[in-house]
């Protein structure tokens, strides 16, 4: 049997604020992901390790023998993240993000702020396509993600920052009933855009190709504004441009898009690192 160090931390974190919801909101997780990971220690020991009294929730006799341990072990475990941290240099805040809506607000909001509170944090933004920030984060090259989720794709650990819908976005001289094969201009074959664009006309059955694999927002609206195909966008990016969008009948519905934000287990406990955490989280409100 093995406990992990995030497990332990939500049972700790609970105890001292007094619920999940509580404890949720100082994690910067969703309260699903709090009680799953509850959920998780208490099927690992076999035993109940919370009940409720009144609107709060107390230890039974196992859970104050475990969370003793588990103090310890997270006491430890933060001691030592704090001692391999370079002492003569500041300390550095990863965030990994989507191109356009997603990092426009680290950006243009949540990087200010640290610069002006916190000018000894140096904060390291990386943006690129959201299959790429996922194996970011996955390898531990960064502390926070903001990246894009299907409704089926969301994980009990991601906060929900937004929702969009998405929509198929193209010149507004281009006529698709002329198209015997749709062109799809795209951020790359990796792209989440080409991902859902392929998914959804294949399960419609409709011919199309990939015209554009290209490397930036600039250079897709470039390609969108000549009239050289689609692609699919959030609603909110061409919210005010001259694109056209088009929908059913003649292109199938799209389904929404989730911002969500995804932490390195290893460093989210970090008091700078949800600190990022909670001022993306009002970026985005």
């Given at each position: 049997m093995k406990f992990d160090?995030?497990?332990?931390?939500?049972?700790?974190?609970v105890?001292?604020?007094?619920?999940?919801?509580?404890?949720?909101?100082?994690?910067?997780?969703?309260?699903?992901a709090v009680s799953w990971k509850l959920k998780r220690l208490q099927e690992r020991t076999g035993c109940k390790l919370l009940e409720k009294e009144g609107r709060r929730l107390r230890l039974t006799e196992d859970g104050h023998e475990l969370l003793a341990y588990g103090r310890q072990i997270i006491d430890?475990?933060?001691?030592?993240?704090?001692?391999?941290?370079?002492?003569n240099s500041p300390y550095v805040v990863r965030i990994g993000a989507t191109e356009g809506a997603g990092s426009a607000p680290i950006l243009d909001t949540v990087a200010?702020?640290?610069?002006?509170?916190?000018?000894?944090?140096?904060l390291r933004i990386r943006v690129e396509?959201?299959?790429?920030?996922?194996?970011?984060?996955?390898?531990?090259?960064?502390?926070?993600?903001?990246t894009f989720a299907l409704d089926e794709d969301v994980s009990p650990d991601d906060v929900v920052l937004a929702s969009e819908d998405l929509v198929w976005a193209h010149s507004p001289g281009l006529d698709i009933t002329e198209l015997s094969s749709i062109p799809l201009i795209t951020w790359g074959s990796r792209s989440f855009s080409a991902r859902v664009a392929d998914r959804v006309l294949t399960a419609e059955g409709l011919e199309h190709h990939v015209?554009?694999?290209?490397?930036?927002?600039?250079?897709?609206?470039?390609?969108?504004?000549?009239?050289?195909?689609?692609?699919v966008a959030d609603r909110a990016e061409i919210a005010q441009s001259d694109i056209a969008t088009t929908g059913p009948p003649l292109l199938p519905e799209l389904p929404r898009i989730n911002y969500v934000l995804r932490r390195n287990p290893a460093?989210?406990?970090?008091?700078?690192?949800?600190?990022?955490?909670?001022?993306?989280?009002?970026?985005?409100g």
């Open positions: 160090i995030d497990s332990l931390r939500a049972l700790q974190t105890v001292d604020a007094g619920s999940v919801e509580a404890a949720a909101d100082q994690l910067c997780i969703s309260r699903s430890i475990h933060d001691a030592a993240v704090r001692r391999f941290q370079p002492v200010p702020w640290f610069r002006r509170t916190h000018p000894d944090v140096e396509q959201p299959a790429i920030v996922d194996e970011w984060l996955a390898d531990g090259a960064i502390d926070l993600a903001v015209g554009y694999e290209l490397p930036s927002s600039a250079s897709v609206w470039a390609a969108i504004t000549s009239g050289a195909g689609v692609t460093t989210a406990g970090h008091p700078l690192v949800r600190l990022a955490a909670d001022q993306l989280k009002a970026s985005f």
